[in-house]
């Protein structure tokens, strides 16, 4: 069964983006995108005001995004699609997982604030929300449930932070059993959504990098309780891609980290095993 029979098709959603990142492929495989600079350029002479509008119009929160420090965030996300269509692991998706896995690259950082010098650790949390808003936009079924709770469920996904050492707000894990619960009753157990939605919010959730400390890593009961089969091959290439939007054009990093990334997700592999 195809994509486009089981969930809305993100390529046929955004044919322009689909074309703009195939593009980008040929590019860097030619060795005519080198740098961070010549790729932020491509992305900011595709993303015209129009092409902004349009996507604002579907995905509400993308412009502001895509607002702070000079579009970084922007570039990013497109760097992630980049490296995640060139990735092997991506490559041995399922035709629908891979479906899944551009919704979750377009998702996993839409609500996400940019400060120099200051980390969103809450924003996986808060891209979650604005993905489980929008999805029935985009034609993704809901549960009956889901009028009644998609309110309350946002207003406690998006509070469900405390404060480190340092003051910074970082997920409150403990809250994870409600939300994840609460993912189910919006749009069923392991349906496409669901599986979209879960994958942004945990997207920041595993230590795959000792350079950048995980702010909040689930534990290893936490690991069991929330990763399962299904889960588990689109979180790993999500993991990969978004190492790949900020490492691509830095080889020894990039190379460090996909094998760290692949550690850690091997360890992850045994403990949903066990």
């Known amino acids: 069964m195809s994509v486009e029979q089981t969930f809305p098709s993100c390529d046929d ?3 322009d983006l689909n074309q703009f990142i195939l593009e980008l492929v040929e590019l860097y495989r030619a060795g005519r995108i080198s740098s961070w600079e010549e790729l932020e350029a491509l992305v900011k002479a595709f993303f015209t005001p129009e092409r902004m509008e349009q996507i604002e119009w579907i ?11 000079d579009g970084i965030t922007l570039v990013h996300v497109m760097c992630v699609f980049l490296g995640m269509y060139m990735m092997l692991e991506f490559q041995q998706l399922t035709r629908e997982q891979q479906g899944l896995m551009k919704w979750v690259i377009l998702f996993h950082d839409s609500a996400k604030i940019h400060i120099e010098g200051k980390k ?3 924003h996986a949390f808060r891209s979650a929300v604005l993905a489980a808003n929008t999805l029935p936009m985009l034609g993704f079924r809901t549960t009956e449930n889901y009028p009644d709770i998609i309110q309350s469920w946002s207003k406690a996904t998006t509070e469900a932070c405390m404060a480190n050492s340092a003051s910074v707000p970082i997920p409150d894990n403990q809250k994870l059993p ?12 392991d349906t496409p959504a669901t599986l979209i939605i879960k994958t942004a919010l945990l997207h920041i959730s ?3 990098d000792a350079m950048y400390p995980t702010p909040a890593p689930l534990t290893e009961d936490e690991i069991r309780a929330y990763i399962d089969d299904q889960l588990f091959p689109l979180l790993r290439v999500m993991m990969l891609a978004d190492n790949e939007g900020w ?9 460090r980290q996909r094998i760290d990334t692949l550690a850690a997700f091997a360890e992850v592999k045994t403990l949903i095993s066990q």
Not at 59 to 69: E, F, H, K, L, V
Not at 178 to 188: H, K, R, S, T, V
Not at 247 to 255: G, I, L, T, W
């Open 13 to 15: 959603r955004f044919p």
């Open 59 to 69: 995905i509400p929160g993308w412009r502001t995004m895509a607002s702070y420090t």
């Open 120 to 122: 969103d650790a809450m």
């Open 178 to 189: 409600e939300i994840l619960a609460g993912m189910d009753q919006l749009y069923g157990k």
């Open 206 to 208: 595993l230590p795959v």
């Open 247 to 255: 490492s691509m054009f830095d080889p020894e990093n990039r190379v």
